[in-house]
């Protein structure tokens, strides 16, 4: 099983330091996403942390029909395509099919299997073959020691570049828990990402069905995990998260993002890591 996992100039592993993957949900607009992507850039180099734009073309699991998906495969691609030549920044981007995956791949250095995906074969074994770090989301309902499997089929294909990203596990209806046991678990496994955003989500709790979520307790979560070990930390940012038009219940505002990975770096320095 891998311990470690190179993007770019970084590497995810215990030793290492931590890495930020931060940024809008999803494309709302061009504007929008720059930024965020300018507001998370600064902050993790305000704190001295490795950071990795996340920011998806397309959200295929949307709980309405008529939910924001993106501006699509195509032209979010070239959107985000464009900002990274500006800017320079490493991406991860999610991948819902496998007919996306090499496309996806000449522009990000991340592809995300989502975790309502983390049991596609197919799906993980195109991410994998396509050349690039992978990260596979554990699904809320796929316990955290049988996502041995997932790691495996990536593994299988050829890619030692291999992640888990915890972020919650179903507890009822429209609720979801974390526990902290699993990120030791995974972390056997491959190297270990929190989802501290996704974390918080109530799913179909909202009165039209839509997914709700906590804020209030994203800050939580992120310091919890912290403190149990992890290699990386994963957070939705927004300029306005009340505004958003995909998960604003559970993303942070610049400043909230600011102070949580204050509290992180803080964490880590009185447990001697990096």
Same mark, same amino acid.
């Given at each position: 099983?891998?311990?470690?996992? &190179?993007?770019? +100039?970084?590497?995810?592993?215990?030793?290492? +330091?931590?890495?930020?993957?931060?940024?809008?949900?999803? #494309?709302?607009?061009?504007?929008?996403?720059?930024?965020?992507?300018?507001?998370?850039?600064? #902050?993790?180099?305000?704190?001295?942390?490795?950071?990795?734009?996340?920011?998806?073309?397309?959200?295929?699991?949307?709980?309405?029909?008529?939910?924001?998906?993106?501006?699509?495969?195509?032209?979010?691609?070239?959107?985000?395509?464009?900002?990274?030549?500006?800017?320079?920044?490493?991406?991860?981007t999610d991948v819902h099919e496998t007919t996306q995956a090499r496309a996806a791949a000449e522009v990000a250095d991340v592809l995300q299997v989502p975790a309502f995906l983390c049991r596609q074969t197919d799906l993980i074994v195109a991410c994998a073959k396509a050349g690039k770090a992978v990260n596979i989301k554990k699904g809320q309902f796929v &316990?955290?020691? !049988? /996502?041995? $499997?997932?790691?495996?089929?990536?593994?299988?294909?050829?890619?030692?570049?291999?992640?888990?990203?915890?972020?919650? &596990? =179903?507890?009822?209806?429209?609720?979801?828990?974390?526990?902290?046991?699993?990120?030791?678990? /995974?972390?056997?496994?491959?190297?270990?990402?929190?989802? &501290?955003?996704?974390?918080?989500?109530? +799913?179909? =709790? =909202?009165? !039209?069905?839509?997914?709700? $979520?906590?804020?209030?307790?994203?800050?939580?979560?992120?310091?919890?995990?912290?403190?149990?070990?992890?290699?990386?930390?994963?957070?939705?940012?927004?300029? !306005?998260?009340?505004?958003?038009?995909?998960? $604003? +219940?559970? =993303?942070?505002?610049?400043?909230?993002?600011?102070?949580?990975?204050?509290?992180?770096?803080?964490?880590?320095?009185?447990?001697?890591?990096?």
């Amino acid at each position: 099983m891998p311990k470690t996992c &190179a993007i770019g +100039p970084y590497t995810m592993g215990e030793g290492h +330091p931590l890495v930020l993957f931060a940024g809008p949900d999803t #494309i709302e607009t061009e504007a929008q996403t720059r930024a965020t992507l300018e507001a998370c850039r600064d #902050i993790s180099k305000k704190h001295g942390l490795p950071w990795v734009l996340k920011c998806s073309f397309d959200k295929a699991n949307r709980s309405q029909v008529a939910g924001f998906r993106g501006p699509g495969l195509e032209n979010g691609l070239a959107t985000l395509a464009r900002l990274k030549k500006e800017y320079g920044f490493l991406l991860l981007t999610d991948v819902h099919e496998t007919t996306q995956a090499r496309a996806a791949a000449e522009v990000a250095d991340v592809l995300q299997v989502p975790a309502f995906l983390c049991r596609q074969t197919d799906l993980i074994v195109a991410c994998a073959k396509a050349g690039k770090a992978v990260n596979i989301k554990k699904g809320q309902f796929v &316990a955290p020691y !049988d /996502m041995k $499997g997932a790691v495996e089929k990536a593994v299988g294909a050829g890619n030692q570049n291999v992640f888990l990203t915890e972020r919650g &596990a =179903s507890f009822g209806y429209n609720n979801l828990v974390v526990d902290m046991r699993g990120l030791a678990m /995974m972390r056997k496994l491959a190297p270990v990402c929190f989802d &501290a955003t996704h974390s918080v989500q109530r +799913p179909g =709790s =909202s009165k !039209d069905g839509s997914t709700g $979520g906590d804020r209030e307790y994203v800050r939580l979560l992120a310091r919890a995990a912290t403190a149990a070990g992890i290699d990386a930390l994963f957070c939705e940012v927004h300029p !306005d998260p009340d505004r958003a038009l995909v998960d $604003g +219940p559970n =993303s942070l505002d610049f400043a909230g993002f600011d102070s949580l990975v204050g509290e992180v770096v803080a964490i880590r320095k009185a447990l001697g890591q990096p």
